[in-house]
Every structure is written in C-alpha cells, then in structure tokens.
C-alpha cells in the first residue's frame, strides 16, 4: 500500500533518530556483525536521497519500500524481501538488505514511518449519509441510513444495506454486497463479488498489548485487511487488521458465521473456514484448506496447501499438506484414530489394572507370608 507522500532514506533516518549506513561492502556472512557494523559507510547523496515510497513488512514490502527486522535472528525474514532499506536494532550481518537505518527500538521507529505514509485518518464521520468526498459509482445503491466516510471509493453494482458503516479510505470493487450492520474500519480493501452478512467486522484493531509499568499498553495497529474477489464472510464474524501491512483473505475464501481471524494473518485462495473457528495472529494458511467448526489456531503457524482440520481439533504446530488432522493437539488422522481407539478402552483398561493390581497384591503377601514361615522354621 504505497504513498504518494515519499520520504528519502535520509529523511526517514532523521524522523525515526537512526544512523543510515551502507554495508555493501561487508560481507553478508560476516559473523562479526559488530565489527562490520564499525565498517558501515554513510552512503552516497544518490543513495541518502534516493525516495522511499512506502513501509511494510519484509513479505509484503515493494521494491522502493523500507521494512523492518526486530531481532538479528529473525533474519531469514529478509530472504525473500524486495524491501531496499529496513530499519534494525544493529548491523544484521546476514541480511540481503545492505541499507539499514540502525535504531534503539525498531518498533517504535517503524510506527513513525508506517504513520507518515499511512497516517490515522481520525474518528470523524458523517452525522449521516455519505461525506461529500466520497467516490460511488451510479449504478451502486446505498441505503439512506448508511454511513460512507471520507475518500471511500465503491466501485459499480454494489449493494450497501441499512446501517452499514465505510470508515475513511476504504475501496470497494465491483458488484460487492455488504448486508446489514457491516462496519469496514479506515482502509479496508474489498476485491470484486465480495459478501460480507449481517453484523461482520472488517479492520477492527487487532490484539497487541506490551507490559508497561505494570500496565497493558496497546501496540501500534496501523495495518489494514484486504479481502481479495469472490470472498463470502458470515454474519458476526471479525477480521483485525495487520500491525504494519494486510491482513489478507484469499481469493474466493468462504468465511461462516462467528469466525475470528487475528491480524497478520493470511489465508490462502478457497479455503473453508466453519463456524466459531478462531485464528490467532500471523498464521497462514494454504489454499484449499478446510478448518472445521470450532478449530483454533495458536499464532505464528503456517498450514501448508489442502490441510483439512477436524471439528473442535486444537492446532499448535505447522501442518502439512494435504492431510487430514483431528484431536488437540491436533495429530494426523490415522494418529488421532489409534488414540481414539485406546481412548474408548481404557475404562477396560482400567478394571484390568485394577484386577491385575489386586493379584499382584494377593501373590505379594502370601509371598511375603511365606518367606516370613520359611525363616521361622530355619530359626527354630
């Protein structure tokens, strides 16, 4: 999501307060990175000026745009990153980005950037009806009782039902139906044929709090959600937006009733998500997978292409593809049914335990018993 409003690399050193340095004389495998980080030149006027167009994570950032990496060992993120600059807490040796603005906290620093090429656009909206900046094709019909806010753009033959909200910046492609109650927070990107039923949220903030003093603060939520063309979400169910970048639905994704999905997530082309399935933050999910009602995904797991999950299954790790996985923690299918198997014995089990328990203790006292008359008769 790229800005009009560029900033060179140099201003972007000065708003953040980091050191832009050139590496790409260093080695990229030099594992003295403080040595190399001594060995960092100022660049060139060509360089320092060279115009950054946007800010966004490693996966998602374009060639002109700056990204950013918290950790020297989250490296491999960069790998395949088309970001020219990324902001970092020192000289990350083995990054593929030889531009890199060093700073104290690379959090903080990265919220200032994002901010100023995606900056809030406020609370404010229209008492009622549609602000007059607004962009809405002829041919789409909005209810009265809608609320369209500032520089919404909706494209041709949609439908926007009563009590619908469109916060500021958001863009609606074509023949998109939103029912009612529907709320799209600032920014929201809607592809084509896209539904959304009664009730849904789009873009809301997602869940990221850090200790401070004793208190949860919230983090930075500047991030947005796109919903890619002939996406269909259930009534009531909530997508959050990304920290930095998207949270993205796939491409002909359908969404059932009362689904959760946590930001940075991003979910694959078609995929089958059930009702009350919830996923937490920066999962990715395949294309074609199937999540059955009630499963829940801890965050920063990826399943791979035509993982089908069971009902109420509990996933804690990456899957595989095109396998089928039950139970919690979820195993796969042939797994989960031998545990199942022994599961449905064990009370079974039990009573021959216990059997077996009160034999071993029959045999063990007259054992005993025995050993105490062996030695009586020995002594006398």
């Known amino acids: 999501m790229a800005s009009s409003n560029g900033l060179s690399l140099q201003e972007i050193a000065d708003l953040v307060g980091g050191r832009l340095l050139d590496f790409s004389d260093c080695h990229p495998n030099d594992s003295d990175s403080s040595q190399d980080a001594a060995e960092g030149k100022s660049p060139s006027d060509k360089i320092s000026g060279a115009i950054c167009s946007g800010a966004a994570p490693p996966a998602e950032a374009g060639p002109q745009e700056i990204t950013l990496i918290d950790q020297a060992n989250h490296v491999s993120q960069l790998s395949d990153s088309r970001a020219f600059a990324v902001i970092a807490p020192e000289y990350v040796a083995a990054s593929p980005i030889r531009l890199q603005i060093l700073v104290d906290d690379p959090h903080a620093a990265f919220t200032q950037v994002v901010s100023h090429y995606r900056p809030a656009l406020g609370n404010s909206m229209p008492a009622s009806g549609i602000d007059p900046t607004a962009n809405i094709d002829p041919t789409s019909e909005v209810h009265p009782s809608a609320v369209i806010g500032a520089d919404v753009k909706i494209g041709p033959g949609c439908y926007i039902a009563p009590g619908v909200t469109i916060a500021a910046g958001c863009q609606i492609g074509a023949d998109c139906t939103l029912h009612p109650n529907v709320t799209l927070y600032a920014y929201s990107q809607l592809g084509q044929r896209v539904t959304l039923h009664a009730g849904t949220v789009v873009s809301a903030h997602g869940f990221g709090y850090k200790m401070i003093d004793g208190r949860h603060v919230p983090t930075a939520q500047l991030g947005y959600v796109v919903i890619e063309n002939d996406v269909e979400v259930g009534a009531s169910s909530t997508i959050d937006r990304g920290t930095y970048g998207a949270t993205r639905i796939g491409e002909g994704t359908k969404i059932d009733n009362q689904v959760m999905i946590a930001h940075n ?90 059997r077996l328990t009160q034999q071993v203790s029959r045999l063990t006292t007259a054992a005993e018993n025995q050993s105490s008359s062996i030695g009586q008769q020995k002594a006398a």
Request: net charge neutral; aromatic share 2%.
């Open 265 to 354: 997530c991003q979910i694959g082309r078609h995929n089958l998500l059930c009702s009350q399935v919830g996923i937490a933050g920066s999962c990715i999910t395949g294309d074609y997978v199937v999540l059955a009602g009630q499963v829940g995904l801890k965050d920063h797991i990826a399943l791979a292409d035509g993982v089908i999950v069971g009902a109420q299954a509990g996933v804690m790790d990456d899957l595989a593809p095109n396998q089928v996985y039950l139970g919690s923690p979820a195993t796969p299918q042939r797994d989960q049914m031998q545990i199942m198997a022994v599961q449905r014995k064990l009370p079974e089990m039990r009573r021959d335990l216990k």
